[in-house]
C-alpha cells in the first residue's frame, strides 16, 4: 500500500522511475483563460458526482487492501447516490467486480483510472453566467510526478470531451484539493502545494494569476502550507474549507506543538486566515472543528480529517473516525454550517490510511441551464 504521507521512501518501487513521467495531458486546441466561466461554490445544486475506481496493483500491491479500499469508495458512491446521480469512472474491464460493490443507481462510464483521487484528477467545472458549463484543466501530473499516472492524467480531458465541453488550459499544472473557494470569488490555498518546481516552474505571482484566472476568481490568499511532509504537500482541504462566502471551518489540534510542523503549518494558517478579506473586501470569519485523538487507525500517517467533507445535494457526507466525542461534535459543527442538509457519517478508515478522505474522492458536476443547446442534449444521450 503506497500511503500518501509516507510516499518518499517507495517512490522507486514497481518499475523503477520509469512511471514518473506519466501521460501528459494532450493541449491540442485547448484556449488559455477560462472567458468569463467561475468555479461554482461546491454547496450550489449538482447534476452529478463523479469518482473514479482504485486498480493500481502498482500504488496498492496488496489485494486485500485494494479490496477494502474500493469497498470505501463504494460506501461513499452509495451514500451520495441517495441524493444525487453517481458516476464511477474506470476502465469497462472492472465493470462486472465493481459493480458487486456499487448501488445499481450508481453509472459506470468507461474511462480508465489508476487511482481514487478524483478531486485532483477529475474534472474541474467552470461555469458561465448563462449556466454554461467548461472544464478548466489543472494538467494533473502525480503530485509532481510522484505516482504512476498514465490513466488518472488523462481522466478530467476524457470526461470533458465526453461531455462535449470547452476545456480551459492555461498552462497550470496542480490538483483542486490543493485550493479551496467560496464560488464569489475568493480562493485559500497552500503555496507548498503550487508554488514548487515538481508542478510550476515559474513565479508565485504568475502562478497565482494563472490560478485565478483558471478558477474564474479575482482574490487568492496564500499560507506557506508545508512542502515534502506528504504526497500532495499538505493540500488545503485536509485543514480548511469554505462553508459559505465569509466563512471558513478549520481543523485543529488543542493546541499547537512546536515540535510537529503539521500543527505549526495548521495554526500558521489559522493565523494568516483570521486576518484575511474576501474578493468583496469583508475580512473571513473562522470556525475551528477540533481534531480526533482516540481514533480506531492510529498510524501516524493516518488522515483523521473532518473537514475533507464533500456537500451534495440535500447533505454533507463526512468521515466518522471512532472517537465518539469528537465524532458528535464534529457532525454538530457541520449540521450548524448546513443547516438545511442532512448530516451523513461514514467509516472510510481506509481511505484514511491512504493519506485522503471523502472530499479527495469526489468531484462534483453542477447543475446547468437547459437552453437546448447540443451540449444540453448531447448530455443527455450519453448519459
Known amino acids: 500500500m503506497l500511503n500518501r504521507r509516507d510516499f518518499l521512501k517507495r517512490i522507486r518501487d514497481v518499475a523503477g522511475l520509469a512511471f514518473l513521467s506519466g501521460a501528459p495531458s494532450s493541449r491540442a486546441g485547448a484556449r488559455s483563460g477560462n472567458l468569463g466561466f467561475r468555479l461554482p461554490d461546491e454547496a450550489d445544486p449538482h447534476q452529478r458526482t463523479f469518482m473514479q475506481w ?44 465493481a459493480r458487486g460493490k456499487l448501488s445499481s443507481a450508481i453509472e459506470i462510464w468507461d474511462i480508465p483510472t489508476d487511482d481514487l483521487w478524483c478531486r485532483d484528477s477529475g474534472p474541474v467545472f467552470v461555469k458561465d453566467n448563462s449556466g454554461a458549463l467548461g472544464v478548466s484543466l489543472l494538467n494533473f501530473n502525480g503530485w509532481g510526478n510522484k505516482q504512476t499516472h498514465a490513466n488518472d492524467g488523462q481522466v478530467a480531458r476524457r470526461v470533458a470531451e465526453r ?25 485559500i490555498a497552500h ?36 512542502e515534502g511532509a506528504d504526497i500532495t504537500d499538505y493540500h488545503i482541504d485536509s485543514l480548511a474549507r469554505f462553508t459559505k462566502p465569509g466563512h471558513v471551518l478549520i481543523q485543529l489540534p488543542k493546541a499547537i506543538d512546536p515540535n510537529d510542523s503539521w500543527s505549526v503549518s495548521a ?34 500517517d493516518f488522515v483523521a480529517s473532518y473537514v475533507n467533507y464533500y456537500v451534495c445535494n440535500g447533505a454533507v457526507i463526512a468521515a466518522q473516525f471512532g472517537d465518539e466525542e469528537a465524532d458528535a461534535e464534529a457532525t454538530a459543527v457541520l449540521a450548524a454550517a448546513y443547516p438545511e442538509r442532512e448530516i451523513v457519517t461514514l467509516d472510510i478508515d481506509p481511505i484514511g490510511e491512504t493519506g485522503g478522505g471523502i472530499h479527495c474522492a469526489t468531484q462534483q458536476q453542477p447543475t446547468i441551464q437547459d437552453r437546448g443547446t447540443d451540449t444540453a442534449r448531447h448530455q443527455s444521450v450519453v448519459d
Open 163 to 187: 461531455l462535449a465541453l470547452p476545456i480551459f488550459d492555461n498552462g497550470l499544472v496542480g490538483e483542486a484539493g490543493g485550493v479551496d473557494s467560496d464560488g464569489r470569488g475568493t480562493l
Open 191 to 226: 503555496e507548498s502545494s503550487w508554488v514548487i518546481e515538481n508542478r510550476n516552474k515559474t513565479s508565485k505571482a504568475r502562478i497565482e494569476r494563472l490560478l485565478l484566472e483558471a478558477l474564474g476568481a479575482e482574490k487568492l490568499t496564500w499560507a506557506p502550507g508545508l
Open 54 to 97: 482504485p486498480v493500481s496493483r502498482a500504488v496498492y500491491p496488496d489485494p486485500v487492501f485494494l479490496g477494502m479500499l474500493q469497498q470505501s469508495i463504494a460506501d461513499i458512491a452509495n451514500a451520495i447516490s441517495q441524493f444525487e446521480p453517481v458516476v464511477m469512472l474506470m476502465a469497462e474491464k472492472y465493470r462486472k467486480a
Open 267 to 300: 495554526f500558521e494558517t489559522y493565523e494568516i486566515l483570521k486576518q484575511a478579506t474576501d474578493a468583496e473586501g469583508n475580512r473571513l470569519s473562522l470556525t475551528i472543528i477540533p481534531e480526533p485523538y482516540d481514533t480506531r487507525i492510529t498510524s501516524r
